[in-house]
């Protein structure tokens, strides 16, 4: 049986096989930590709870979806140098409410920019970004840490 290769497919015979290339993958180190509103005799204040850790997984070239308890992530590549290996991607958190979730309102938005490191069959993106979102009275609703800050551990992984 006489095999070609042809952009990405194998031909045999008649029969075409689609070879596609794995999708590369960046881990971004996230850190959550939401605040909750206590209220006591007439005087309201803010408290924040223990954080959670996770490493986001998303792909490269492509937006992507990630749902975290009653937080909907979305990623949105914006560029990517291979030579330099310098990535920029934005990151827009969604709260969810309602039985089912199926409630959504946007909080905030992250740019996020660092340098890629390779490492075995994924990239790890070296930054560290912290940011604060409010909601529309000032109050604190979500704090969010990124990162991985040069050559030191691990800030944040999935528990």
């Known amino acids: 049986m006489n095999k070609l290769l042809l952009a990405g ?3 045999a015979g008649s ?3 689609g070879v596609l290339p794995a999708e590369k993958k960046v881990r971004i180190a996230l850190t959550l930590a939401t605040f909750q509103k206590q209220t006591v005799k007439k005087k309201t204040s803010y408290h924040k709870l223990p954080a959670q850790k996770y490493t986001l997984r998303v792909a490269l070239e492509r ?13 949105e590549p914006l560029s990517w140098s291979r030579y330099t290996g ?18 959504e309102e946007k909080v905030g938005t992250i740019l996020v ?4 490191k390779p490492f075995k069959q994924f990239y790890v993106l070296q930054n560290h970004q912290h940011a604060l979102f409010k909601d529309k009275k000032g109050n604190p609703l979500l704090n969010v ?3 991985f800050s040069g050559d ?5 992984k999935k528990q």
């Open 152 to 156: 030191r551990q691990r800030i944040a």
């Open 145 to 147: 840490m990124l990162g």
């Open 63 to 75: 937006s992507n979806h990630i749902y975290l308890d009653d937080w909907h992530i979305v990623s």
């Open 9 to 11: 497919c194998i031909v």
């Open 113 to 116: 920019g660092g340098v890629l």
């Open 86 to 103: 310098k990535y920029k991607t934005s990151l827009m958190f969604y709260r969810r409410f309602g039985k089912n979730k199926d409630i």
């Open 15 to 17: 029969l075409a096989y």
